[in-house]
């Protein structure tokens, strides 16, 4: 099994950065694959950023060249950098880990970007 907590969320303004840290209860080198989701009032859930275990990062379009997903290993933790953040990157954050073909979520983390 993996728990994993979320942290970091809040509100900024448009414009703005924000830096969410997900931490795993095991090693990030054992979990096939980590990333961020997020979901909005009314929307589905969507991939916001992942990173397999040899480090391969995966992007949403909308979130390239402003979102970056990164790790450090030795805290068993992923983070995700949010930058030029906008209205509409308003949404529950999740943190997700597949692990043994299941994936694990965290209990998410709110960010509301508003003026």
């Known amino acids: 099994q993996v728990q994993l907590v979320e942290s970091g969320g809040g509100l900024v303004q448009p414009g703005g950065s924000l830096r969410l840290s997900c931490v795993a209860s095991r090693s990030i080198f054992s979990i096939n694959a980590m990333g961020w989701y997020r979901q909005a009032p009314g929307k589905q859930r969507e991939l916001v950023a992942s990173?397999?275990?040899?480090?391969?990062?995966n992007y949403a379009d909308s979130m390239k060249g402003r979102f970056t997903i990164s790790r450090r290993s030795t805290q068993n933790t992923v983070y995700l950098q949010m930058n030029s953040l906008k209205p509409e990157d308003t949404a529950v954050y999740y943190c997700?880990?597949?692990?043994?073909?299941?994936?694990?979520w965290g209990q998410g983390t709110q960010v509301t970007v508003s003026a």
């Open positions: 997700n880990a597949e692990f043994m073909l299941r994936d694990y």
């Open positions: 990173i397999t275990s040899g480090g391969s990062t």
